[in-house]
């Protein structure tokens, strides 16, 4: 308990040992009704006092309507009808001021604990970082260290600052980043990220980036920043309580004056006592806060329990758009494939494969291509540079180069065909790059992207989750787009298209959905910020250390598995349920014990019951957001 | 220039109401609290002098709720 609260708890004590005393106070002599009405007097102030000290205050500033107010009202009102009836039981008012506190106490407990179980998940904060300085190692924090410098990071210290390490080998976990539970090994000269964990061996690390610049700085911005693009409930909360309490007030005043009044006209008897005593009843149940702490609180938890899955979502407007997401748009190369191209098929014509493949890479030794680059990996061995002569690139056709004293062309069909050889049609799916020696056909390579063991699964997860349509979008060639598509099980696939082209994509498709159904688009971040802020909802994907897709997208994968997006979906359909469950929940409730307050039902006691007890369980029930059940899932230690 | 303040509040309502109150504050270009993590951040208008403004959200706040705290 904090201090205010451990206060508040005092008081509260203090409060009920006096209202149980009252009631051994017995009846009778000016005396005992002196004692009596001064002990009710000293345990109603002793436990309300800075309830009727705030209502006070906000009758002189701008906020006048406060729970506050309700409950000096209310519990005064009681006071008052017990004085002016004769009697000097005031233990009615003592009781639901007493009950309220607790109530109020119980709130503050149960949000302080859910604010520093969601908030302990968010803790990557680094405090210190061991900065070495000639030989010595100095802790300082981490935001004045400059780049270059090089810092030691010894067993179960969190990396304080992006860059990489110079000497030392570990692991390290980066489940608070990517909730990803199996340790990453780094070596020398490998990069590490700030905020992960180092778990077995001492690193010594040089910075690459300042505190404010490192990924941590980052993804804590991020998350800080969430609650400031509110979602259309919080919206709707905040103006709920906004007219509701004033609406409260008055409906409680014309239930105290109208029906005496009109009772009163109609001849028989005014009864003010009876009315004003149900008035007070119904402001008591009023009391919006379940409403307006759980909504939030909610959310908040809806964001935490993502953000621990490596699933950073900027805001709880986001997180809502996610639930009603009906058409889920991946970018391909990146996102559904690992976008690293690899020779799947070598098929020579009268050569060896080996053959095949050494002329291929040597033609291939100069070129920065991506295919260039799979080719050499193919090979597997070191090229040699001295063989290569006359080296002559046909931009979108290939190359030509002699090699070993042989003429050898690689390129697509084009460039076969402009030599007068007519190339083979492999039968598996890719990019072709086709090999002629000395004016021969000598066979192809066929070289194509890897689709990620999880990006099947990752579909029809959404499927599952209700998301009636994915759609694969790629500049590739329509043969490739197809059978990825057809690999992983998507339901439509625009393929040859340009940057530019995909924004016109997302925009058909968008053109074609129903109102209130949102679009999501997901993408690896790198050339596709114009489409990730076209679509409802950018999703970004493996995100670990890139900022340009931090920027531009809604939400942060922050790992590159695509089955994230389904958990995503997921999480944001069961904190929407929640939502609007608190909302229903607590409005018919109130509804309810506010009928039958007016009509005289319910009194002060229950009032009080309906308006804690409906309090507590929309905390508890908030906080469930936080966990989201998942199967087969790796359970952390 | 953004800044972002620890506060102390006790309940979402009066949270939302700091929030309101600080964006009418002269200075102040936009406001945010954050219930749960008990932070408000405060984007400032340009030139305005920070001790100041947060001066008068701070004696704006205590007025719609008197016991919350703002650590500036």
Sequence with gaps: MTKKQKKLFVRILIAAVLFVALKFIPDGGTVLYVLRTGLSFLAFVTVGYDVLRKAALGLFGTNIFSENLLMSVATFGAIVLEAVGGGSDYSEAIAVMLLYQIGELFQSIAVGKSRKSITALMDIRPDAANLLKDGEVET?????????????????????????????????????????????????????????????????????????????????DLVENASSRKSRSEDFTAKFAKYYTPAVVFSALALALLPPAVSALLGGEAAFGVWIYRALTFLVISCPCALVISVPLTFFAGLGGAGREGILIKGSNYLETLSRVKTAVFDKTGTLTEGVFEVAEILPDGISEEELLFCAAHAEVDSTHPIAASIARAYGKPTDRALVREVKELAGHGVIAEIDGKTVAIGNAKLMKTLGLSPAVPAKVGTVAHVAIDGAYRGCLVISDKVKPTAKAALSDLHALGVG?????????????????????????????????????????????????????????????????????????????????????????????????????????????????????????????LLLGALGYADMWAAIFADVGVMVLAVLNAIRALRVKEENRIVKS | MKKIYSIEVDCANCARLMEETANKVEGVAMATVNFIAQKMTVEFADGADEKKTMKAVFKACRKVEPDCEIEF
């Design chain 1, 469 to 593: 349509k994915t759609v694969i979008l790629t500049g590739d060639a329509k043969q490739t787009a197809e059978a990825v598509a057809a690999q992983v099980g998507a339901d439509e696939v625009k393929s040859e298209l340009l940057p530019d082209g995909k924004v016109e994509a997302v925009e058909t498709l968008l053109s074609e959905m129903k109102k209130g159904e949102k679009l999501a688009f997901v993408g690896d971040g790198i050339n596709d910020a114009p489409v990730l802020s076209r679509a409802d909802v950018g999703v970004a994907m493996g995100a670990l250390g890139s900022d340009a897709a931090i920027e531009a997208a809604d939400v942060v994968l922050m790992d590159d598995d695509p089955k994230k997006m389904a958990r995503a979906v997921k999480i944001s359909r069961k904190c929407l349920a929640i939502v609007y469950e608190n909302i229903v929940f607590a409005i018919a409730v109130k509804l309810a014990c």
């Design chain 1, 140 to 220: 300082v924090s981490p935001d004045g260290v400059p780049i270059g410098s090089l810092i030691l990071i010894r067993p179960g210290e969190k990396i304080p600052l992006d860059g990489s390490v110079v000497s030392g080998s570990s692991t390290v976990n980066t489940s608070a980043l990517t909730g990803e539970s199996v340790p990453r090994t780094v070596r020398e000269g490998d990069g590490v990220i700030s905020g992960c964990i180092n778990l077995t061996g001492t690193l010594t690390v040089k910075t690459e980036r300042e505190f404010a610049e490192s990924t941590v700085s980052k993804i804590l």
